[in-house]
């Protein structure tokens, strides 16, 4: 059997995934000559990642996926091309994991609330994420570090939180301490909630008679 001699003719790029979503990049096929098939580890000779995918050589689309990876972390990737009787040459790329933290558009502050009416307070219209496509952080969690008031609900999906304050709750102010995690990084703010009483009005109507 003749082997292929394969070598190295370029270099491979270094590399970002985007942590806890799908992303992918393509392989540099141009910076070997003569392989029948590749290799991928770590520079250390240690297992890549699990969720990193090499689809690389042969039939396949010459891509890394990157499937929703756990951690932030820089790894130094080694991509071994081999030809048919096992003479190899290898190149190294350097994949980083990275991930943007949530954003408030502003400060979340001291919201009033009314005894007897409903309140809803919606942190997901407050928070975007640069990490996913759409306007509002779908995929972030919320959570709240202080035990809620019993007639307080926090739906941590949804993003939202509703309370309905007894008339004994006018006058007092609840503060809490808010997370919003897009599973990779968290941030934190206080916010308050002020129960007030709203003023009551007493309408007198005085009707005027003028004799003529």
């Not at 070598?7 to 590399?15: H, N, S």
């Not at 290799?39 to 929703?68: A, E, K, R």
């Not at 919201?111 to 219209?125: G, I």
């Not at 307080?152 to 939202?160: E, I």
Request: charged share 10%; with cysteine.
């Amino acid at each position: 059997m003749t082997a292929n001699n394969p070598y190295v003719t370029g270099e491979l790029a270094d590399q970002t995934c985007t942590g806890a979503v799908f992303s992918s990049f393509t392989f540099n096929t141009a910076a070997f000559s003569s392989c029948d098939f590749y290799w991928v580890t770590q520079n250390d000779g240690s297992s890549i990642p699990t969720w990193l995918v090499p689809n690389i050589g042969g039939s396949h689309n010459n891509t890394f996926s990157c499937i929703n990876p756990s951690s932030i972390a820089t790894y130094t990737i080694k991509v071994t091309c081999i030809d048919s009787i096992r003479n190899t040459a290898n190149l190294t790329f350097s994949l980083t994991v990275s991930n943007n933290v949530p954003v408030a558009s502003s400060a979340i502050g001291t919201k009033t609330a009314y005894p007897a009416e409903q309140f809803k307070l919606r942190f997901r219209e407050t928070y975007t994420d640069a990490d996913e496509a759409g306007t509002n952080a779908q995929w972030m969690t919320f959570s709240i570090a202080e035990t809620l008031q019993s007639w307080m609900n926090l739906d941590s999906n949804r993003g939202y939180l509703i309370a309905n304050a007894p008339t004994s709750a006018a006058g007092s102010t609840y503060t809490y301490t808010l997370s919003a995690t897009d599973t990779l990084q968290t941030v934190t703010e206080s916010f308050s909630i002020k129960v007030n009483q709203r003023p009551s009005y007493s309408t007198n109507f005085y009707t005027s008679y003028t004799d003529y």
